[in-house]
């Protein structure tokens, strides 16, 4: 397939491209670097990929780069953790909209009068934010209240323009709900706050590069955001660009909708330990507990039942096999400045 993938220089899409490429797919990638600057990727220059700088708000640039795709991953948007829902709380809302509303503009176009086949919206974890059914099924989105945040509240919107968008045009769709995607390459954005945490700035606003850093660093006792009893599902970044690919290649996936997650529950608390433990041995483990932002979800549990039945996918990789990866890659990037 020849696919377009918008936010093509993001952190999740550097997996993506590469797992596309991988399996024999052309790809042409849009992003105007706004997140983390100009970044090189291994694959640059691949004959089957393509990219191009642009801003995904540009319908007529989007019906152009469509017009001979057979499919097209929604990926481009403003993200951020926690600290991040909070700060760019307006723009999160409307910069994405507009992005999104252009996007469906442009595939709805290249849905009739050329030969795109379908929309891939990456939506988010996020719209279980209230959630009370544990684990999570794909059909309790509808079930449970809004999300309380901006952001959780735009992700629902992109899965709405969905169901807009086929029910009056047939366009059809595949929602994909991504939960804490861990892995390299995600450096400091240029639009983040720093924020102190204890003695250590942060500015990375995603639990598992913040802790890495601040025991990096040597900040004893270590500080957490809350009591720690947050319950995540931290998904490595390769095993969520598979599962991607093949919700976008799969025919199962038609109008269906997905949660791409480990199955694995961890707490906050237990995660601090084991990236306490990698990093400094048998020192004997210290925290203190920093305030808790409005929406630091407590609990997010995903049901992963239905991309394993009709998808055959699940994701594998332990999170001892992620930080095995992660904290390396976080400390040559503290010595460059990269984070």
Same mark, same amino acid.
């Given at each position: ?42 694959? %640059? @220059? ?16 989007? +019906? ?67 959630? $009370? ?53 995600? @450096? ?12 250590? +700035? ?7 590069? %913040?802790?890495?850093? +601040? ?5 004893? *006792? ?6 720690? /009893? ?28 997905? /949660?791409?997650?480990?199955?694995? $529950? ?6 601090? +330990?084991?990236?306490?433990? @990698?990093? /400094?041995? %048998? ?5 203190? $507990? ?11 549990? *995903? ?20 930080? %095995? ?15």
């Amino acid at each position: 397939m020849k696919i377009l993938v918008t936010g093509s220089s993001g952190f999740i899409c550097g997996y993506l491209v590469d797992e596309l490429l991988q399996n024999g797919h052309n790809v042409v990638g849009i992003d105007n670097y706004s997140k983390y600057g100009r970044v090189e990727k291994s694959y %640059d @220059k691949q004959s089957n990929y393509h990219f191009i700088e642009g801003d995904c708000k540009n319908v007529d640039l989007l +019906k152009e780069l469509l017009s001979d795709c057979d499919t097209v991953l929604a990926a481009a948007a403003m993200i951020g953790g926690i600290s991040y829902f909070h700060t760019q709380a307006y723009e999160l809302l409307a910069e994405n909209e507009r992005i999104l509303a252009s996007t469906f503009d442009a595939a709805i176009w290249a849905f009739q009068h050329k030969k795109l086949n379908k929309i891939n919206v990456l939506s988010s974890s996020m719209v279980y934010e209230n959630a $009370s059914d544990f684990p999570s099924k794909e059909s309790d989105v509808r079930k449970c209240p809004p999300p309380s945040s901006t952001y959780g509240f735009q992700k629902l919107a992109s899965e709405y323009y969905c169901q807009g968008a086929h029910e009056q045009y047939g366009l059809p769709f595949t929602i994909i709900r991504p939960f804490n995607c861990v892995g390299t390459g995600e @450096k400091r954005a240029l639009c983040d706050k720093e924020i102190l945490s204890g003695n250590v +700035k942060l500015a990375m606003s995603h639990v598992v590069p %913040d802790l890495v850093q +601040k025991v990096i660093k040597g900040q004893n *006792p270590l500080y957490i955001l809350g009591e720690g /009893n947050q319950i995540r599902h931290y998904t490595y970044a390769g095993d969520l660009a598979k599962g991607i690919r093949i919700c976008m290649e799969n025919s199962a996936a038609i109008n269906e909708d997905f /949660n791409i997650s480990t199955s694995e $529950s961890t707490t906050v608390l237990q995660l601090a +330990k084991a990236i306490w433990k @990698k990093i /400094n041995g %048998d020192m004997p483990f210290s925290y203190v $507990s920093d305030k808790a932002f409005k929406y630091d979800v407590q609990k997010r549990i *995903p049901s992963v039942e239905k991309a394993k039945a009709l998808l055959n996918f699940t994701a594998e990789t332990k999170l001892d096999e992620i930080l %095995d990866e992660v904290i390396p890659w976080i400390t040559e990037q503290i010595k460059l400045g990269g984070i």
